[in-house]
Nanobody, 123 residues
Framework: QVQLVESGGGLVQAGGSLRLSCAAS????????MGWFRQAPGKEREFVAA???????ATTDSVKGRFTISRDNANNTLYLQMNSLKPEGTAVYYC?????????????????WGQGTQVTVSS
């Protein structure tokens, strides 16, 4: 099993920045690919970004140029740097992981999920 614990969420004004972190523990050999999803109030959960073990990334178009995903394999930690935040970025952000190398955008492809961290962007 893999445990994922997110941190770094909070309240920020539009245009501000936050950095989310996700600490992985347990069977970290099952975290070849990791990523972030988010769920805004009243909306379906959506893909944000993902990263392979070797650093290949995929990012949804709505956050390209503003969000950067990265990972520290030595410390089993995933990050999401979020700049120029917009009110529509208000959501619960979930850290995910899977034991395969590819980085799909469908949430069903990820076996491990964190509890989520709330990000609120005020206008």
């Amino acid at each position: 099993q893999v445990q994922l614990v997110e941190s770094g969420g909070g309240l920020v004004q539009a245009g501000g920045s936050l950095r989310l972190s996700c600490a992985a523990s347990g069977r970290t050999s099952s975290t070849y690919a990791m990523g972030w999803f988010r769920q805004a109030p009243g909306k379906e959960r959506e893909f944000v970004a993902a990263i392979t073990w070797s650093g290949g990334t995929a990012t949804t178009d709505s956050v390209k140029g503003r969000f950067t995903i990265s990972r520290d394999n030595a410390n089993n930690t995933l990050y999401l740097q979020m700049n120029s935040l917009k009110p529509e970025g208000t959501a619960v952000y979930y850290c995910v992981a899977r034991g395969y190398a590819s980085i799909p955008i469908r949430q069903v492809e990820y076996a491990y999920w964190g509890q989520g961290t709330q990000v609120t962007v005020s206008s």
